[in-house]
């Protein structure tokens, strides 16, 4: 059952330390006062929607959609039918639901039944479209250079009359190197797509956040953010959205030569003061970050010590003061981009990577 309540993440990383379970705490203000961000750059006579595939990222689709569309949001894109079917029953009729996979050939009832917008990738998607929902409202993804989903110019450049004589709600393509901003590719798949589209009186779409962050050139008359909404890179500016604080089980103490962990990678130098934090690689928390990446108690940085392993993370407290309750892994002093920079990887991975096992909570802004 779902509880509203307002939390102070500016406090101290524990309320309830009787929790077995790490705390997932979602800042829904922070999450629309990004869409919002993002919605003025886009400007003024730029539609912006929003993008909540893989279940926001990882941090709730239902939460996270009604959040966005009580800020303003009236488009969303999500990646299959079946994340379609989940946000339609959070927001009820109204908003407009696109799929990035476009039609598939078992999810006709769904799209029918649940009003969704296939977005066509090929010539057999709009077959099976044309011929399975006539009427039905689609929109078209072409391949600008990425070499991905959507139709290349020659197949486009053949199917386009059919196309266009049925209507599309929206043409769009994506960017391969929009986090790069003097990356060359950019302006060659501007340039494709103009070329695929200019003369067209469809309403066209190419940026998402990278892509709203390059500029007017890229935003035609649909933006759609999606990282940069959850507070990930490239959006620099992005307000902190997801908050992750892991319990204390055990603090114990370690003599100089004994070690933590699986495989014995990491050895007491000094007299020290272990925690043993619940969490570990099946919550998300990859092995790339053992011995390596560091928590927080306040602002005080605190080390992985040992490997990650499925359930539990060693920590360094030696140097705290006080007996910790729980550590933030994410938080005002390391982003979901700092830890994934550790781990060498992207914030995406560590969103979506999020374990089930958390207490997931959500705020409204901070106290």
């Known amino acids: 059952m779902e509880r509203a309540f307002s939390l102070d993440l500016g406090a101290s990383p524990v309320k309830n330390p009787c929790m077995s379970t790490g705390r997932l705490t979602i800042d829904l203000d922070a999450l629309t006062a990004n869409w919002r961000a993002l919605d003025g750059m886009s400007g003024e006579a730029v539609q912006t929607a929003a993008v909540v595939k893989a279940d926001a990222y990882g941090l709730g689709v239902a939460k996270?959609?009604?959040?966005?569309?009580?800020?303003?949001?009236?488009?969303?894109?999500?990646?299959?039918?079946?994340?379609?079917?989940?946000?339609?029953?959070?927001?009820?009729?109204?908003?407009?639901?696109?799929?990035?996979?476009?039609?598939?050939?078992?999810?006709?009832?769904?799209?029918?039944?649940?009003?969704?917008?296939?977005?066509?990738?090929?010539?057999?998607?709009?077959?099976?479209?044309f011929e399975a929902l006539p009427g039905h409202p689609f929109g078209v993804q072409l391949d600008t250079g990425m070499n991905r989903l959507g139709m290349e110019p020659g197949e486009w450049g053949a199917i386009a009359p059919i196309a266009l004589a049925q209507g599309p709600t929206l043409i769009m393509s994506h960017l391969a190197c929009a986090d790069e901003p003097d990356h060359a590719m950019n302006a060659r798949q501007l340039a494709a797509f103009h070329e695929m589209t200019d003369g067209i009186d469809v309403p066209r779409s190419l940026a998402a956040t990278g892509g709203i962050l390059l500029g007017p050139d890229y935003h035609f008359d649909l933006t759609r953010p999606g990282i940069g909404l959850y507070g990930g890179a490239p959006y620099e500016d992005a307000?902190?959205?997801?908050?992750?604080?892991?319990?204390?089980?055990?603090?114990?103490?370690?003599?100089?030569g004994e070690t933590v962990g699986y495989s014995n990678t990491w050895e007491a130098e000094r007299p020290s003061r272990i925690a043993t934090l619940s969490g570990g690689y099946a919550d998300g928390l990859q092995r790339h970050i053992s011995n390596q990446a560091v928590l927080f108690h306040d602002d005080i940085p605190c080390p992985i010590v040992g490997r990650v392993s499925m359930d539990l993370i060693g920590v360094d407290v030696t140097h705290l003061r006080e007996r910790p309750k729980a550590l933030t892994i994410l938080g005002d002093h390391q982003s979901v981009d700092d830890l994934a920079n550790v781990a060498g990887t992207i914030g995406y991975e560590i969103l979506t990577q999020l374990g089930a096992r958390y207490t997931r909570r959500y705020a409204r802004g901070r106290q």
């Open 64 to 129: 996270v959609g009604r959040a966005l569309a009580a800020a303003g949001a009236r488009r969303f894109f999500v990646a299959a039918a079946e994340e379609g079917a989940a946000l339609r029953e959070a927001l009820g009729p109204g908003p407009e639901i696109s799929l990035f996979s476009g039609h598939m050939s078992g999810d006709t009832d769904m799209i029918h039944d649940l009003h969704l917008v296939p977005i066509l990738n090929s010539m057999d998607q709009l077959t099976r479209h």
């Open 239 to 256: 307000a902190m959205v997801a908050h992750l604080d892991l319990p204390v089980i055990q603090i114990r103490d370690i003599a100089i």
